[in-house]
């Protein structure tokens, strides 16, 4: 688990939180996606829907009409069989949009992608 993440109050009235309004499972999800204890800065983790079940409170079929609606508004995209999940804008928040060859954190970035099992992202 990491000390420190960004975590954006411009969520709320950006065009994702926008489109999730009314969706309060949408919203729990997607700010658990962003903040939770599993994440991880490069925006592609391993977490089981069980797990998001249990430290959310959704049930499991609020949970995945809540990762389709992610998906459907392109904030997080979920693979079932892997259960890999992946937030397309999270690198760029946490890591930034640019790093240099040298720096340590393209090798820790390596090496947690390389962690992960096999998944369509």
């Known amino acids: 688990m990491r000390d420190y993440a960004k975590a954006f109050s411009t969520f709320w009235t950006g065009r994702t939180g926008k489109a999730l309004r009314g969706d309060a499972e949408a919203q729990v999800l997607a700010s658990y996606l962003f903040t939770g204890p599993h994440r991880h800065p490069m925006g592609l983790y391993y977490i089981g829907l069980p797990t998001i079940c249990h430290e959310t409170g959704l049930s499991m079929e609020g949970a995945s009409k809540a990762l389709q609606r992610l ?16 937030i397309p804008e999270m690198a760029k928040h946490q890591i930034g949009t640019a790093l240099k060859p040298n ?17 369509r992202f």
């Open 71 to 86: 998906s459907k508004e392109g904030f997080a995209h979920y693979d079932e069989p892997s259960e890999v999940v992946w």
């Open 103 to 119: 720096d340590n954190m393209v090798l820790w970035i390596r090496r947690s992608y390389e962690s992960l099992p096999s998944n």
